[in-house]
């Protein structure tokens, strides 16, 4: 039995940090703003849950306003400063599921354009769009049966005889 040295498998290092830059920025900084939102409303009820509670206390009701006020800015700044990096990082890597097959999709039909055969379009397991993908292979399936080598031209092909605009 002859040993073969094992070589370690090579991972891929990404050439493009974002793949649809505008796409993924724009998904992202939708995130983002949702949980600013979000927190700034928690926020605000409780300032006034706090403000009423202060409101019925018989004495030193302006000192616990005040205090409360003071320690729920501090909260709403911490929560800011520690979510928001943590959900425009999450948003990120959750729309390379999204922009990557949007990413490969464009190659595959720019591909296609120029002439050459892309093969079959593949996307990796569990990103989006499966279905889409496995659209765009039917419609080059069906394009390559139509393109055979000694079969008549198909409607499309020379003439005046495009489909018709709907």
């Known amino acids: 039995m002859v040993d073969v040295p094992l070589q370690p498998m090579t991972r891929h290092k990404r050439r ?15 995130f983002v703003g949702m949980a600013a939102l979000s927190l700034l409303l928690e ?13 019925t206390l018989p004495n030193d009701g302006a000192i616990v306003w005040e205090e409360m006020t ?4 501090g909260l709403l700044l911490s929560s800011l400063g520690l979510c928001l990096p943590l959900i425009f990082a999450v948003g ?33 397991k569990g990103d989006q769009l ?12 069906e394009l390559e049966s139509r393109n055979k080598p000694g079969d008549a031209p198909s409607r499309w092909e ?9």
């Open 16 to 30: 493009i940090k974002l793949i649809k830059v505008s796409l993924q920025t724009r998904l992202t900084m939708t």
């Open 70 to 73: 003071g320690i729920l800015v």
């Open 130 to 141: 499966q279905e889409l993908c496995a659209l765009l292979n039917e419609a080059r399936e």
């Open 92 to 124: 990120i890597l959750t729309t390379f599921r999204i922009a990557g097959p949007i990413y490969r999709m464009e190659m595959f039909l720019k591909e296609i354009i120029s002439g050459a055969d892309p093969g079959r379009c593949r996307l990796r």
């Open 43 to 55: 926020f605000l009820l409780f300032l006034r849950a706090s403000g009423e509670v202060a409101a």
């Open 158 to 166: 020379g003439g005046d005889s495009k489909p018709d605009a709907a």
